[in-house]
């Protein structure tokens, strides 16, 4: 544990070292502006770069926790998920005590399971379980109104912010030969590239996109997405020291985690145009909801996992 | 418990059942008390509902104002308490019914000292002060209210109730008070009636731009015209 410990250390104060040169690059532009005023875009990156500042606190604390600290932080986020899915998803009040249920029973069993290492429960807990138990329980009320629609928005709700967001605490449950201890450094792993490439996607399609990926719907574009993929890749294969994989097969998971990473931010995208707003909610100044953060991660995460699982563990 | 039960039964009165006396000055220590039960509300919308305030169409600065709402929950006045800047809070009082706030200690502690609600007696046949007198005192003392304009929870499908005349009434004797349209979205998922355990959804609270009495409107003209102001702040809804 204390070599996964050191290392966790390390990549926490390379993080701060970034964000301590952004957080110094964004005061340069402030002093810039003429007293007693201020610039909108320069206070929006000082914003992201303070909400940055806590996330990585958030995470890095997590981290050094080990598997507690970070089944705690995730369910944490998978409850303000829900919240922000459930907000805006098809409802009535026929289905209250099944959306109660999902937030006050299905989280946290399908949180404790992770944390016991269940794989062969919360791998079918929402999927099966969930699946036909809120059905039922809002079937009893007797509502048939748009019947459908409630209780597949209600299930979606759950694989989405519940059941993909616990695979990623569950990566620390997989037992991987000469990996003993150190699967927080797989988190670590999945979240850098996915966030990286995304951020590389957006530079890139800003810098040299043409080919929107579905017009009218985001700006993404075929040119940022594949520049972002590979950026991801290079960084996994960098990376490959903090996982179980060969430097070929790092940079090939760290491209497959990507690349769903953006197709998953794409479809989250779809569903908040459809219920007409920009952001999922208001809890991250500056970067709008947690969902929003989360989009690209939600969608790596059980395929990252699942790929893992059937090649690497034992 | 019992305690409780026995000073309600102690003092029912024949004439004015179920009501207890209008509360006293507190002490120190009930201050305290208050203010500490004011901030647990506070963090425990933020932490269920993360309540938000968007302010629309005027700012957070502490003017004497009248927030009218919409009422669809009990919780709709915490909520718009709970968003409400610390200076503003201090200085706004929910305009609240006599019969549900004094029934028994804890919520006669809760709307009185906590809330510092300017409390109503809806009994015409039982009250001993003109409802409209103590709102305007309220207001002439410097105070902010919350009213809720349709009197009941809404509990039918259309946005809003028909409003009652109380907040024509205030708009018209003291015209210089800024009348604040607040919508309250989405508590009625949230917490509907008859259901126990709340909904963690996200609720937020929407001030819109400030209306007033205008030189010889009608008190009907007015009254529909603050229910428009009040049920465009609603967010919309996709067509059904």
Not at chain 1, 183 to 208: K, N, S, T
Not at chain 1, 253 to 275: E, H, N, P
Not at chain 2, 133 to 147: F, T
Not at chain 2, 203 to 231: Q, W
Request: hydrophobic share 50%; net charge neutral.
């Amino acid at each position: 544990m204390s070599g996964a410990t050191a290392q966790i250390i390390l990549l926490t104060l390379a993080s701060f070292g970034l964000l301590i040169a952004l957080t110094l690059f964004g005061e340069y532009l402030r002093s810039r502006v003429p007293p007693g005023q201020s610039d909108p875009v320069v206070e929006t990156y000082m914003t992201r770069i303070y909400s940055w500042w806590t996330m990585v606190i958030f995470f890095a604390l997590a981290l050094l926790t080990g598997l507690f600290g970070v089944v705690v932080l995730f369910a944490f986020s998978a409850f303000a998920a829900l919240r922000e899915f459930y907000t805006f998803s098809y409802k009535s009040k026929a289905d209250h005590l099944a959306l109660a249920l999902a937030f006050f029973v299905i989280l946290p069993v399908q949180f404790a399971l992770i944390w016991l290492g269940w794989a062969e429960l919360f791998t079918v807990f929402i999927p099966v379980y969930a699946f036909l138990l809120l059905p039922i329980v809002s079937v009893l009320r007797g509502d048939p109104s748009r019947f459908l629609n409630r209780v597949s928005e209600t299930q979606w709700g759950l694989m989405i912010c519940v059941f993909c967001i616990s695979h990623v605490p569950a990566l620390m449950t997989l037992k991987l030969p000469g990996y003993d201890g150190r699967g927080v450094l797989l988190i670590a792993f999945l979240v850098m590239v996915v966030q990286i490439g995304d951020l590389l996607d957006i530079y890139f399609g800003r810098r040299i996109g043409r080919t929107r990926i579905a017009p009218g719907l985001s700006p993404k574009t075929w040119e940022g997405l594949v520049c972002g993929v590979i950026s991801a890749a290079v960084v996994g294969a960098l990376l490959y020291w903090m996982t179980p994989f060969s430097p070929i097969a790092a940079m090939a998971m760290a491209a497959v985690a990507s690349v769903s990473g953006m197709f998953g931010s794409l479809v989250l995208t779809a569903i908040k145009q459809d219920k007409g707003v920009r952001d999922w909610s208001h809890l991250i100044p500056g970067q709008g909801g947690l969902l929003d953060q989360l989009d690209n991660v939600i969608f790596a995460a059980p395929i990252f996992y699942h790929l893992t699982h059937l090649i690497w563990a034992v | 418990m019992t305690e409780s039960t026995n000073m309600e039964i102690a003092i029912s009165h024949p004439e004015k059942p179920d009501l207890l006396p209008p509360p006293k000055p507190p002490g120190a220590m009930r201050r305290l008390a208050a203010e500490i039960t004011g901030q647990a509300i506070t963090v425990f919308a933020r932490a269920i509902t993360a309540v938000r305030a968007d302010w629309r169409g005027i700012e957070p600065v502490a003017r004497p104002r009248v927030y009218f709402a919409n009422h669809t929950s009990n919780a709709d006045m915490p909520m718009i308490w709970s968003v409400l800047p610390p200076p503003l809070r201090r200085v706004t009082r929910p305009v609240a019914a006599a019969d549900y706030w004094l029934k028994t200690p804890l919520r006669a502690f809760a709307g009185g000292e906590v809330f510092r609600a300017v409390l109503i007696d809806r009994r015409p046949e039982a009250r001993t002060q003109d409802p409209m007198a103590l709102i305007l005192q309220a207001i002439d003392e410097g105070s902010s209210l919350i009213i809720f304009p349709e009197g009941n929870r809404n509990m039918t499908k259309d946005p809003l109730l028909p409003f009652k005349a109380g907040l024509y009434n205030i708009g018209s004797s003291r015209p210089q008070i800024d009348l604040v349209p607040t919508w309250i979205a989405n508590l009625n998922s949230i917490m509907p009636k008859g259901e126990v355990i709340p909904l963690p959804l996200i609720c937020t609270v929407i001030f819109g731009a400030p209306i007033h009495v205008e030189d010889g409107e009608s008190k009907d003209a007015f009254l529909t015209r603050a229910a428009e102001s009040l049920a465009a702040l609603a967010p919309e809804r996709r067509a059904e």
